[in-house]
């Protein structure tokens, strides 16, 4: 019988091996290890989309309504 897989767990492992992906391609960079302009432009595109990604999947994991907490409201008296 197979086990129900938590779809928030998956978001968060996905994201590491993203950011996984995304320090080797900056050590890439910072390591001096690019032999050509379109190779640079690629990476740098890689980079990019992994970043729009992650953010795009943060939003996802971020309440979309407001917290209904009294501590967060300011009463103001007259």
Known sequence: MSEAIDPVNVIYKFKKTMQEQLDALVQTLAN????????????????????????ELSNLLQPKEPNDDDDNITRIRR
Do not use: F, P, T
Request: hydrophobic share 40%; proline share 0%.
């Open 32 to 55: 001096g290890g690019i032999d050509s302009m379109d190779e640079y432009k690629y990476i740098i595109g890689k980079i990019h989309a992994i970043d729009l990604m992650n953010q």
